[in-house]
């Protein structure tokens, strides 16, 4: 896990600067800067609303800053969105994709919108959807969707792929599956940044943080050194000694071990 | 210091034409709108106009049967005899289904001397105003050829000067082109982009260096080819099926589908409007039908705009697809060119910019 958390001569391939982002009066990203190095897995962890979406967006281009600074692979966001948007992947929230094409044909017509090709068989063989070549995205799993959706991500070959929120609402398994996904993507030399609000998917698999909260950074770096720096305030946590659970409420009331459903 | 091949928009519109095409065809929504509609409508009001007028009189048991007049009215072509008793025929009359009651009775002298008796009923006025006016024409001659008449003081010549029959195919047809263009365009791609828009499938895109005019350009020429389609079929049912009348044949058949083109180009107008403004469908819903329903009822589709009373002509005239309709039919009833065409094509290209003007300030792709 700590395979190049300490690694200095990392340049940054991002670089956040003074970010300011209002909808009308209300500040959704309020006066933010970081980086992230290349090679990473970087990841904004926060509660709903805190503004991650909102920075992401910014970063991909698809919001325009109020002010600040934005630089991705040294180019500037606000002069040159489509040279950004040439070198980075982006998954949204929700899947978007039109319901009534096939996943190939979904494939190949995001490379086109590149101007490039893919060979959209061995694309989906990379997130194991080989067999769903021909099936429509409504009818996949939520990990599929995901999976299917990191596969859009990397049509054109991109330096640095953003997803957000990638296992909200999916299953522990699919979740550790989506997380082994990431990290052979990363693996391959792509940076990632991601958005959560799992501090197990925090804590697991981002090599560096940020926490953010109504629209500020609190917090950056590893997810130790965050952990030091609490523990070197002389925070404890509280330990709770729990005489009984609810398990033990209803093993006593029905006699019963839980089963498997 | 960032030297990137910059992508080229050409590809990216093929390809996103096509694919959005693909998912059109897939859509059943777009398929019933788009091509099963208008078969259905075509085929309906095809049969309707190929029933020739008919006038239905009832003649009662107590007639006399061998008699000048019945002989020739029953001898017509267009003439219908419904018998019975006189009772049930008064019946038939007052509820409109018989255009008139017709009675002959003879007097024995020699030679006998015949009386007609007529009911008629305001329950179906034009049919008797026509009936009656049949009748007298009939009872006219017979009395003069009994008074042995040879040189009546009025003669009256007739001319036929030639022409073609009026069908209502030859009206509704084109009616039928510019309502399946009316609502492909509005519930068809409405309603698409609404989802489009929701399901943040734009957005995705434009996470792609592909330019928003691009995806936008690529949406009209998709929905162009299902229009065009749409607009074939709807012919060449017409054509071959109902024997619909192209003055100039191929040029009319071609000329159309330019009109249609053009039509669908002015009513993206209306579309971008809606589709840029409406968040969801409970949104583009109403605005959707505020849009069609006015033009259905009230621009000349099904009948001419001249039935409506005087204040509402010039609305009725002025709506866009009364423009369209009105230049697909000066160049097929009216048989006239393209070129005629231009004051209509003239009023759909300003209701095209006002719209698209609106579409402009007030579109969101989110």
Redesign the interface.
């Known amino acids: 896990m700590a395979k190049k958390a300490t690694n200095k001569e990392k340049k940054n391939i991002i670089e956040v600067n003074n970010l300011i982002k209002k909808f009308g009066d209300f500040t959704a990203v309020n006066d933010i800067s970081f980086h992230v190095q290349e090679g990473e897995i970087f990841g904004i962890l926060g509660p709903n609303g805190a503004g991650k979406t909102t920075t992401l967006e910014t970063i991909?281009t698809?919001q325009k800053p109020t002010s600040g600074t934005i630089l991705v692979?040294?180019?500037d966001a606000k002069r040159?969105p489509?040279?950004i948007?040439?070198?980075?992947g982006?998954q949204?929230?929700?899947?978007?994709?039109?319901?009534?094409?096939k996943l190939t044909?979904?494939l190949?017509?995001?490379a086109?919108?590149?101007?490039?090709e893919v060979n959209p068989t061995e694309m989906l063989e990379k997130v194991q959807l080989g067999d769903k070549a021909g099936s429509f995205v409504n009818k996949l799993s939520g990990g599929q969707k995901q999976r299917f959706s990191i596969a859009?991500t990397l049509v054109?070959k991109p330096i640095v792929i953003f997803l957000d929120e990638p296992t909200t609402g999916l299953d522990p398994q699919a979740r550790l599956n989506l997380w082994q996904m990431i990290r052979e993507i990363n693996n391959t030399g792509v940076t990632i940044v991601l958005t959560t609000h799992y501090m197990e998917e925090a804590e697991q698999l981002c090599d560096r943080l940020a926490i953010m909260d109504s629209g500020k950074i609190v917090a950056t770096g590893t997810p130790r050194e965050l952990i030091e720096n609490l523990l070197k305030t002389g925070f404890k946590k509280e330990i709770v000694r729990k005489d009984a659970s609810l398990e033990d409420v209803f093993l006593h009331l029905t006699g019963k071990e839980l089963r498997d459903a | 210091?960032?030297k990137?091949?910059?992508?080229?928009q050409w590809?990216?519109f093929?390809?996103?034409t096509y694919?959005?095409l693909?998912?059109?065809t897939?859509?059943p929504a777009t398929f019933a709108f788009g091509f099963i509609f208008p078969v259905v409508f075509i085929t309906v009001f095809g049969l309707i106009g190929n029933t020739p007028q008919n006038y239905t009189i009832g003649i009662p048991n107590t007639s006399v049967s061998n008699n000048p007049i019945t002989k020739t009215l029953t001898g017509q072509s267009f003439i219908r005899v419904e018998q019975g008793s006189r009772e049930y025929l008064e019946g038939q009359l007052r509820v409109g289904k018989i255009a008139s009651i017709i009675s002959v009775s003879r007097s024995s002298q020699n030679p006998p001397r015949y009386s007609v008796s007529l009911v008629t009923t305001r329950a179906n006025p034009q049919q008797s105003a026509a009936v009656t006016t049949i009748i007298s024409s009939v009872v006219d001659k017979a009395n003069l050829a009994l008074s042995a008449v040879k040189n009546p003081p009025i003669t009256l010549s007739q001319q036929e000067v030639a022409g073609r029959q009026f069908r209502y195919i030859d009206f509704v047809l084109p009616g039928m082109i510019g309502f399946s263009l009316l609502s492909t365009a509005i519930f068809g791609v409405i309603f698409g982009f609404v989802f489009?828009k929701k399901?943040?499938?734009f957005?995705?895109?434009?996470?792609?260096?592909?330019k928003p005019l691009t995806i936008l350009l690529s949406q009209g020429a998709s929905r162009l080819i299902i229009v065009l389609v749409q607009t074939l079929l709807i012919l060449v049912i017409g054509v071959l099926a109902f024997k619909f009348y192209l003055p100039q044949g191929l040029i009319t058949f071609l000329e159309i589908l330019f009109l249609s083109a053009f039509g669908l180009a002015a009513l993206m107008g209306f579309v971008l409007l809606i589709a840029g403004f409406a968040q969801d469908e409970n949104c583009a819903s109403p605005l959707a039908n505020l849009v069609t329903l006015p033009q259905f009822l009230l621009s000349g589709v099904f009948f001419p705009t001249d039935s409506f009373p005087k204040w509402v002509q010039p609305i009725a005239n002025n709506l866009p697809l009364s423009y369209f309709n009105l230049a697909v039919r000066k160049i097929t009833t009216e048989g006239g060119t393209l070129a005629d065409t231009w004051p209509y094509l003239l009023g759909l290209a300003a209701w095209g910019i006002v719209m698209y003007l609106l579409a402009a300030k007030t579109f969101k792709w989110e």
């Open positions: 991909e698809l692979d040294g180019i040159h489509d040279d948007k040439q070198r980075i982006v949204l929230q929700s899947t978007s994709f039109y319901p009534e094409l044909e979904l190949k017509m995001f086109a919108m590149y101007d490039t859009t054109n | 210091m960032h990137v091949k910059r992508p080229g590809r990216a093929l390809s996103m694919y959005a693909r998912a059109q897939r859509n489009l399901a943040l499938v957005k995705r895109m434009f996470a792609t260096p592909t």
